[in-house]
């Protein structure tokens, strides 16, 4: 079970109309972070609406920053500590000088994002710290939960979504974009002491886990253990879509493009026989534009009918922080662009696609 628990906002310190916090400038910052970031999901944001886009961009800066920096300073010098301290300042009205945490006080106010889905990111990068052991796939997905499903948890109260089963869903898309990434990574992990496949699989194909991470190498059984993981991550993946059919129009295009995306990795991996050891998948920058076309076409059709289910609901820690605490003050879902605007977008976006091919850039 997850450890932390839902909480308002903390509105104190300055009101709304302190706004904005964020200059120009830090806009750019954050924006810029997620270009050289993360190619899959800046091509998919290009499909948000402007507001959301810039929102989303903080919400990725922040928490593209504090993952590195856990990851430069290799969990010593308080690193945790900091950030915690960092999110006092956001959430209290004061934030610190960085960029990202100037638009991310601006965005948790106007969205009404729980300060409980950012404690739980940071207890994710605390496990990481203390390499902790994930012995079975639910101990896997827990890890998980933290670090992927509190960015779909934020994800849906910056779209306006706070149903139980939307937000649900939206935290199971998050858990399916880290286990495919676990999939792809598991050399680069393994060479760094890091195992995120199941303890248990591995001693189920006679693997003993710590002889393993000394002398990583790829076999058939470590290829059989991948394709289990890629296997979860689909089940989650057909989740999700449930919902994503169900979101607002002005968004589903993004989300399903970042779901294509996410979920075309786990394709190159099995193109790749599950070698993701000697290997790293990737996709060129040709197919993400192809997934971009295929993404408008799925959000083009008209929502589905009916009620979604609910496993969980608010026994779910990050669907609960989401479902009762207040939406906030700003528009989550006014539009403010035209069909004109969509189109350069989508004009903009396969150039940058395009750009990115003939230049060689690798993608993520």
């Known amino acids: 079970m997850l450890?932390?628990?839902?909480?308002?906002?903390?509105?104190?310190?300055?009101?709304?109309?302190?706004?904005?916090?964020?200059t120009p400038s830090d806009r750019a910052a954050c924006r810029d972070l997620i270009k050289t970031g993360s190619h899959s999901f800046y091509s998919a944001s290009l499909l948000l609406p402007e507001a959301l886009r810039e929102a989303a961009y903080a919400l990725y800066g922040f928490c593209r920053l504090s993952d590195d920096a856990v990851d430069v300073e290799n969990g010593q010098g308080d690193a945790i500590a900091r950030l915690r301290s960092r999110l006092d300042g956001v959430y209290s009205g004061r934030p610190q000088t960085e960029a990202a945490d100037r638009c991310l006080a601006d965005v948790v106010r106007a969205y009404g994002i729980p300060r409980a889905v950012f404690d739980a990111l940071l207890e994710g990068f605390e496990w990481d710290v203390a390499e902790r052991t994930y012995e079975t796939l639910a101990d896997v997905e827990d890890y998980a939960e933290r670090?992927?499903?509190?960015?779909?948890?934020?994800?849906?109260?910056?779209?306006?979504?706070?149903?139980?089963?939307?937000?649900?869903?939206?935290?199971?898309?998050?858990?399916?974009?880290?286990?495919?990434?676990?999939?792809?990574?598991?050399?680069?992990?393994?060479r760094q002491g890091r195992l995120y496949i199941p303890r248990s699989w591995l001693r189920e194909v006679g693997i003993n886990p710590e002889a393993?991470?000394?002398?990583?190498?790829?076999?058939?059984?470590?290829?059989?253990?991948?394709?289990?993981?890629?296997?979860?991550?689909?089940?989650?993946?057909r989740r999700a879509d449930q919902a994503i059919a169900r979101l607002p129009a002005t968004v589903r295009p993004a989300i399903f493009a970042a779901r294509l995306l996410y979920a075309e990795i786990g394709k190159v991996i099995r193109a790749q026989g599950y070698d993701s050891v000697s290997r790293r998948a990737s996709t060129t920058a040709a197919r993400k534009a192809w997934l971009v076309g295929a993404a408008m076409q799925r959000a083009a059709r008209p929502a589905?009918?009916?009620?979604?289910?609910?496993?969980?609901?608010?026994g779910r820690p990050l669907v609960a922080a989401i479902v009762q605490s207040p939406p906030g003050f700003g528009?989550?879902?006014?539009?403010?662009?035209?069909?004109?605007?969509?189109?350069?977008?989508?004009?903009?976006?396969?150039?940058?696609?395009?750009l990115r091919d003939r230049t060689g850039s690798r993608s993520r």
């Open 3 to 22: 450890s932390f628990a839902a909480e308002s906002l903390d509105m104190a310190g300055p009101t709304p109309r302190a706004l904005p916090y964020a």
């Open 147 to 190: 670090v992927a499903g509190s960015v779909g948890a934020m994800m849906a109260a910056l779209m306006g979504v706070r149903g139980a089963a939307m937000v649900e869903r939206a935290c199971d898309l998050g858990v399916a974009m880290q286990l495919t990434n676990i999939a792809r990574d598991i050399g680069e992990d393994a």
């Open 212 to 237: 393993w991470l000394a002398q990583p190498h790829f076999s058939p059984a470590i290829a059989a253990l991948t394709e289990r993981l890629l296997v979860r991550a689909d089940e989650l993946y």
């Open 304 to 314: 589905p009918k009916g009620e979604l289910s609910i496993a969980r609901g608010v």
């Open 331 to 354: 528009p989550a879902n006014q539009r403010g662009q035209s069909i004109k605007d969509d189109l350069n977008w989508v004009i903009d976006l396969f150039s940058d696609l395009e």
